[in-house]
């Protein structure tokens, strides 16, 4: 069965660190793959979405970056955090005509 | 251009009450429709979908949805709701091809009393 995994579960870093936030996905392959973001109270961003491998296309500017260097693999990154980068990300992948299949999300708190 | 309202923020009912929380779409085309429903600190679930067919779709968790072409509506009832249905819910549309192609609306908080 597909499944996605996403990592760390909670974070908190300091203003300047960088990030590495990694969301995977098993028994599936090429997925369409996406990092959404929800500051509090607030619905949801698109930040990024992928097609396929070292394929990435931005929504908005932003202070993130984010790379598929596997084809089950999508990292959201950061080389120094703001206070703004603060919220809850969460990765998805397209079933296709079954919508998206969200991760259990990163709550990132930026102190 | 593709867009979803969901023109409730919050919505506070009583626990054994019916619910309807509204969702309206623009769409040029025939739409995929979906609801999700999030839990504090959890991910997206998918609580039903429709593509074609009965207008009237089941989901889980004693949900329902009606899909109404002619109001551009796709609404999510259920007739009696438990404490544990507090929580965020999201409608979406999506196009029938191609990546990036569900649009969520903004969502509405559900508070449940006892």
């Known amino acids: 069965s597909q499944t996605i995994h996403q990592w760390p579960a909670t974070l908190v870093q300091p203003v300047g660190s960088p990030l590495s936030l990694e969301c995977t996905v098993e028994?599936?392959?090429?997925?369409?793959l996406y990092w959404y973001r929800q500051a509090a109270g607030r619905g949801l961003q698109l930040l990024f979405y992928?097609?396929?491998?070292?394929?990435i296309s931005s929504e908005v500017p932003q202070n993130l970056s984010a790379s598929r260097p596997q084809d089950r693999q999508f990292i959201l990154s950061s080389k120094k955090l703001l206070l703004s980068d603060s919220g809850f990300y969460l990765c998805?992948?397209?079933?296709?005509?079954?919508?998206?299949?969200f991760g259990s999300g990163t709550r990132l708190t930026v102190v | 251009a593709q867009s979803v309202t969901q023109p409730d923020i919050h919505i506070t009912v009583s626990e054994g009450a019916s619910l309807e929380l509204r969702c309206n779409y623009s769409y040029g085309a025939t739409p995929y429709l979906f609801w999700y429903v999030q839990s504090p600190g959890q991910g997206l679930q998918l609580l039903l979908k429709?593509?074609?067919?009965?207008?009237l779709v089941q989901g889980i968790k004693g949900f329902e949805a009606e899909f109404k072409r002619s109001q551009s509506s796709f609404n999510l009832r259920k007739p009696s709701v438990h404490w544990s249905d507090a929580a965020e819910y999201f409608c979406a549309v999506g196009a029938r091809t191609g990546a990036n192609n569900l649009f969520f609306g903004t969502g509405t908080r559900l508070t449940v009393i006892p």
């Open positions: 992928s097609v396929g491998i070292g394929q």
């Open positions: 429709y593509f074609s067919g009965d207008t």
């Open positions: 028994g599936t392959s090429n997925p369409n």
């Open positions: 998805a992948w397209d079933r296709g005509l079954g919508g998206y299949t």
